[in-house]
């Protein structure tokens, strides 16, 4: 089986700096997933990462090690407009093209 | 974004009667899912679909069944709706190339009372 694990609740002051853990533990690694869901709305794909190291997309970078079977997602000069959930999500080797999701962290930024 | 719609966007109905949601897409994918999202699990894979008229089951298929007949519909039935199934439902499209993102629609609201 797999297990994707994420905090539940975080909040931060806006134009702070936040990083958001997931670990996992799945047969094989064949990439992971960021994803952004506002409240009421669908999700959105943030970031992929596959191999180690640190990518980044102007306020948002992602990390990955793939030994540690961690993950973090780093939101920079926060906004109001961050306060949503963020989803983890892993591929799995062996073919999958099915990722499974954390249960993700609900992200308050407050002024 | 993937052009991908869902409908009803809401709907309420009561126990035992069955409910068929709707999902379109427009990018040609081969792959569709369907997930519930619950507090406190996420979002969990109900059926999935490789191509017209292959499906496959998820984690949580008991109570669903699904059907594709067209590579742009994925169609999700809720054979006899119980309170349990009570959710927010998501469909989702894309490729199996393993960097490329799943593509959401907006999700249904549906509530069985």
């Known amino acids: 089986g797999q297990n994707i694990d994420q905090p539940t609740e975080m909040t931060a002051t806006e134009g702070a700096i936040v990083q958001i853990n997931c670990t996992y533990q799945t047969s094989g690694f064949n990439g992971l997933f960021w994803y952004q869901q506002h409240a009421g709305e669908a999700p959105t794909f943030l970031s992929y990462n596959v191999l180690d190291g640190l990518e980044e997309k102007g306020r948002f970078s992602s990390f990955l090690s793939r030994s540690k079977g961690y993950s973090y997602l780093l939101l920079k000069e926060l906004q109001m407009k961050d306060s949503a959930s963020y989803l983890c999500a892993v591929r799995a080797s062996g073919g999958s093209y099915i990722p499974t999701f954390g249960r993700g962290t609900s992200l308050i930024v407050h002024p | 974004d993937a052009g991908i719609t869902q409908s009803p966007r809401h709907k309420v109905t009561e126990t035992g009667t069955p409910v068929t949601l709707r999902c379109h897409q427009t990018e040609n994918h081969r792959y569709m899912y369907w997930y519930r999202q619950d507090p406190g699990h996420g979002l969990r894979l109900i059926h999935y679909?490789?191509?017209?008229?292959?499906?496959d089951k998820g984690e949580v298929s008991d109570g669903y069944s699904v059907s594709r007949s067209k590579t742009e519909d994925f169609l999700l039935t809720l054979e006899s709706a119980t309170s349990s199934q009570t959710s927010v439902y998501f469909c989702a499209s894309g490729t199996a190339d393993s960097n490329q993102p799943q593509h959401f629609g907006d999700g249904t609201r549906l509530s069985i009372l």
């Open positions: 679909s490789y191509g017209v008229k292959d499906t």
